[in-house]
């Protein structure tokens, strides 16, 4: 069940990120749109309304999921760059997801404001220099969050829930 859950493993990062580290993280973030339209080309409604596991969300759930997260991650940024180590505000992704327009809406909404965010984004990531990517953020329930940090762990985010989709469609031969 836990390789249905995490089907990349979970991110974890110890230490100082090598700039090699970072344009990969960048790379990753910059294609995850691209990716998550091929992960869901051509599925059925039947299909997005199938759990990615037992419990899980719907397939449609995950891409509105991920458009809500790097929204929120997108704003964090922001936030941490223009003040000195803001405290954020989380949110409950998981009332999120239950939320009509997360349950019904097409993920073709979801696909073209990630598409517009990410390219936002990625200018302002590759505007970022040392300095300003060591700034952070405090999350109430984690802490101190670095962005440079912050950049990987949103890579993986796209990457873990695009596998999500990925791993389920090979499962059940879509």
Do not use: C
């Not at 059925?44 to 995950?62: A, I, M, N």
């Not at 912050?150 to 990457?159: K, T």
């Amino acid at each position: 069940m836990e390789e249905f859950r995490y089907p990349i493993g979970t991110f974890a990062h110890e230490g100082s990120i090598s700039d090699q580290e970072l344009q990969l993280w960048m790379q990753d973030i910059e294609t995850a749109p691209s990716r998550l339209r091929a992960a869901v080309a051509g599925l059925t409604e039947t299909q997005l309304d199938t759990p990615y596991r037992p419990g899980g969300w719907t397939v449609r759930q995950v891409v509105h999921h991920i458009a809500d997260s790097h929204i929120n991650s997108y704003t964090r940024f922001r936030l941490a760059l223009t003040e000195d180590e803001p405290t954020i505000r989380p949110y409950y992704e998981e009332r999120w997801s239950e939320l009509e327009d997360a349950k019904t809406a097409p993920v073709e909404l979801s696909l073209m404001l990630l598409e517009a965010l990410h390219g936002r984004w990625m200018l302002l990531l590759r505007s970022l220099n040392r300095e300003m990517l060591s700034r952070s953020f405090i999350h109430p329930e984690s802490g101190s969050k670095r962005l440079d940090w912050n950049v990987g762990n949103y890579a993986w985010h796209g990457n873990h829930h695009i596998a999500h989709i990925t791993s389920l469609r090979k499962r059940m031969g879509w």
